[in-house]
């Protein structure tokens, strides 16, 4: 199991999960970020949302990038991504799936700042998410005429 699996992290929850290398159980940690961040003497930007996203084609993609800032006034700017995405000062990003899109996976790359001037890249990526019990918009339906 590879490092990235080993550890997970759920915010709301408060807790930090862990697989020991026995492999045989769970470690459950309470550990609260805003605590931490509040403690930290050095400034603190870190991103707590979710940075792989699924979206059918045709379909609109609504996603609240979340950061924890231990100065505050957080801003975004998209640095990369699709035609048509967007992402407000306040790290809502919307994008409009294009029906006909040529690739099955995109990427975003958005820069967060915040007061204390500190930038962090956050890399997000949208996989193409085929769904036959919802078809998209403008098309029929599975067994329809």
Do not use: C
């Amino acid at each position: 199991m590879t490092i990235v699996k080993r550890f997970h992290f759920i915010p709301a929850a408060k807790v930090l999960l862990t697989v020991p290398a026995s492999n045989d159980r769970l470690v459950l940690r309470r550990l609260s970020l805003d605590e931490g961040i509040a403690r930290s003497v050095t400034p603190v930007l870190v991103v707590t949302s979710a940075s792989d996203l699924s979206a059918r084609r045709g379909r609109r993609l609504i996603h609240q990038i979340q950061v924890r800032s231990s100065k505050g006034g957080t801003m975004f700017d998209l640095s990369h991504g699709p035609d048509g995405l967007s992402v407000s000062g306040g790290g809502a990003m919307i994008w409009q799936v294009p029906l006909n899109a040529e690739r099955k996976e995109y990427e975003a790359i958005v820069t967060i700042s915040d007061a204390s001037g500190k930038h962090i890249f956050h890399t997000l990526s949208n996989q193409d998410r085929v769904d036959t019990r919802d078809p998209v918009p403008g098309t029929n339906a599975p067994g329809s005429r």
